[in-house]
Nanobody, 119 residues
């Protein structure tokens, strides 16, 4: 009953920008954190950026200064603004949401959205 919708992945040239969005809806009582992870083929999934319910953010060192994560609480939505994209940013990006549905904690992953950055 909790739905998670991701969008924004695309093919862009190095130096370009993309904006990813992740919207959570349904039987959500509270959200503790929302963020983005990414995984390239053959690589481990890694944290890109996460924002807590209190508004604090955490970024991977590789994206600091280039990516910005913001939150729209009313719609349980986060946006990842990605600027100055590099080929090494190429990966499938997955939204992650942690929270509670009533008394039950949840940890949901989106289906992933492909970001490809060409040289």
């Amino acid at each position: 009953q909790v739905q998670l919708v991701e969008s924004g992945g695309d093919l862009v040239q190095a130096g370009g920008s993309l904006r990813l969005s992740c919207a959570a809806s349904g039987s959500i009582s509270s959200i503790n954190s929302m963020g983005w992870y990414r995984q390239a083929p053959g690589a481990q999934r890694e944290l890109v950026a996460v924002i807590s319910g209190g508004g604090s953010t955490n970024y991977a060192d590789s994206v600091k200064g280039r990516f910005t994560l913001s939150r729209a609480n009313a719609k349980n939505t986060v946006y990842l603004q990605m600027n100055s994209l590099k080929p090494e940013d190429t990966a499938v990006y997955y939204c992650n949401v942690k929270g509670k549905s009533g008394p039950i904690g949840f940890d949901y992953w989106g289906q992933g959205t492909q970001v490809t950055v060409s040289s």
